[in-house]
């Protein structure tokens, strides 16, 4: 869970955090890597380096017969690691014990330099023989050999031996960030180019819509993408044809079903018991009704009229005005100009079912026209009794009613909702439904307003009065 909410979310920004993980893993056990072989080159170096040094002081020093030349001498051979003296006593006493340290550090100069090897000498670290005592620590580097010389006289060696840390470089550090960089820019570039047809397919699905023939999804890229592009073409086109079919048969039987409803009322005609008559006759009605709604919602997504600019209020107002020549008490409010873009016969089916769900479910309606920032907003408040708040979505379901209103005065089938929404979304706009808190339903229509071009027409008229003006 945390793993998933520290990683980025896209492919390519996990793809390149994967990389710069195993960069930066790689670079680090390099780097550990070559500290540890170059210590160990240069620690080498330095011992054969000593080695060679004691051999040959020894064998200077033995050389020169007057013994009291002999410390001078060996001082000024001394360097500022390595100190010497020469003495008739040893350094290193022989009673010292001779520590694991001490044997491995000897074995080491004399397999480095096989000369030592010829000679007597004695080797121990400053601070042998006083282990566990903290007062010797400073001394624990200081490694101690005394050499012996022909006539016991002792030539006595002491160097600090610390660990060698190899030099670190600012520029390797440099270059290799800037290395890593190139790889990830590269990388991040080549998996946004892998990746683009992930991305259009997301697209596809996002927009996926069986209005019209949309052009079938390009099958390229990587395999796995290939496969799920060609998957999402196929699922389209099953999808469209199901659908294609399902339509087909319930537009056939719902237009079948008027020739028997118009033999069933020219035969009721001839019934003498009126009231028979007339009941009869308005389950005709209904029955009529339900086969226009389902037709209308069948077509609903299939309107081939032309889309232009709307004023969305007098639309609203027209709808009201004619509610209000029947004597309902409603009332029209806000913005006298709204302008959409949309077919026309769409737009007024909308507003009227939205009008005539609220004429047809309460008494009291107010319809407000505003605008809210880019939208143009139609909200029809009414003081009917509401729907509960947990079917406020479902009630845009096909044939969709709430039990309550499925009573004969309402008729209905549930689809006035469900053929709004649609073409509200099919202009890129919305519906949405609210109880109001003081009783009674809001029904808000969100529609995007029309960009403004007055200038293409304005260009045009003084274009047309150009010839004028030269007569
Ligand atoms: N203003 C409203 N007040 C209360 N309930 C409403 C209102 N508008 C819609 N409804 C509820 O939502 C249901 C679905 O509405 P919808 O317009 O889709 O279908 P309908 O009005 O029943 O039938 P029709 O297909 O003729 O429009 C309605 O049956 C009703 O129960
Ligand atoms: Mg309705």
């Known amino acids: 869970m945390i793993l998933k909410r520290i990683l980025p979310d896209t492919v390519v920004a996990r793809a390149v955090a994967i990389l710069v993980a195993a960069l930066v893993a790689v670079h680090l056990m390099g780097y550990w890597g070559y500290r540890v072989s ?11 380096a000593l080695a060679e040094r004691l051999v040959s002081i020894k064998r200077a020093v033995a050389n020169i017969p007057d013994p009291s030349e002999r410390d001078r001498a060996a001082h000024a051979l001394s360097s500022s690691s390595l100190e010497v003296h020469w003495s008739r006593i040893s350094l290193v006493l022989a009673n010292a014990p001779l520590t694991d340290r001490a044997k491995a550090t000897a074995q080491r100069l004399k397999e480095l330099v096989p000369d030592l090897a ?10 042998d023989g ?33 660990g060698i840390v190899p030099h670190f470089d600012p520029a ?24 683009r047809p992930l991305r259009d397919l997301a697209v596809a699905a996002e927009r996926f819509s069986l209005d019209g023939k949309p052009e079938p999804l390009d099958e390229s890229g990587p395999s796995e993408v290939r496969r799920a592009a060609h998957a999402f073409n196929t699922m389209r ?9 399902r339509t087909q048969a319930l537009a056939a039987v719902s237009h079948d079903l008027r020739t028997p409803i118009t033999r069933i009322r020219l035969r009721s005609e001839l019934l003498d018991d009126t009231p ?17 709604s389902t037709l209308e919602f069948l077509k609903s997504g299939e309107s081939s009229e032309q889309r232009r600019r709307l004023n969305l209020s007098s639309i609203a107002e027209t709808c009201v005005d004619d509610a209000k020549d029947v004597g309902r008490d409603i009332e ?14 769409a737009i007024k089916r909308v507003v009227s079912n939205l009008i005539g769900n609220a004429l047809k479910y309460a008494m009291t309606v107010r319809v407000e026209a505003r605008r809210d920032g880019a939208l143009a907003e139609l909200v029809v408040l009414d003081d009917g009794p509401g729907i509960p708040d947990d079917r406020l979505e479902s009630v845009f379901d096909p044939f969709v009613r709430i039990e309550a209103s499925r009573s004969k005065e309402t008729g ?3 689809l006035g909702l469900t053929i709004a929404r649609s073409i509200a979304r099919a202009h890129h706009g919305d519906i949405a439904l609210a109880n109001r808190v003081e009783g009674g339903m809001s029904a808000t229509l969100r529609l995007p307003i029309a960009p403004i071009q007055p200038a293409r027409r304005q260009t045009a008229r003084s274009a047309a009065r150009l010839p004028v003006l030269r007569v």
């Open 130 to 162: 006083a282990i566990a005592s903290g007062e010797t620590e400073p001394y624990r580097h200081m490694l101690l050999i005394s050499m012996r010389l022909d006539d016991q006289s002792w030539v006595n060696f002491s160097t600090p031996r610390l």
């Open 412 to 414: 209905g089938v549930g």
């Open 332 to 345: 029209f409010s806000g913005a006298e100009n709204l302008s959409v873009e949309g077919q026309h016969l």
């Open 237 to 245: 086109e099953r999808i469209r044809k199901l659908v294609g079919e």
């Open 172 to 195: 390797v550090l440099a270059l290799t960030i800037c290395l890593a960089v190139v790889i990830v820019v590269i990388a991040a570039l080549l998996l946004a180019w892998v990746t």
């Open 118 to 127: 010829t000679e007597a000498f004695r080797i121990g670290f400053a601070d």
């Open 276 to 292: 028979t008559r007339e009941s009869i006759e308005a389950d005709l009605f209904e029955m009529e009704e339900m086969i226009d």
């Open 38 to 48: 170059a210590s160990a080159v240069a620690e080498s170096a330095r011992d054969r």
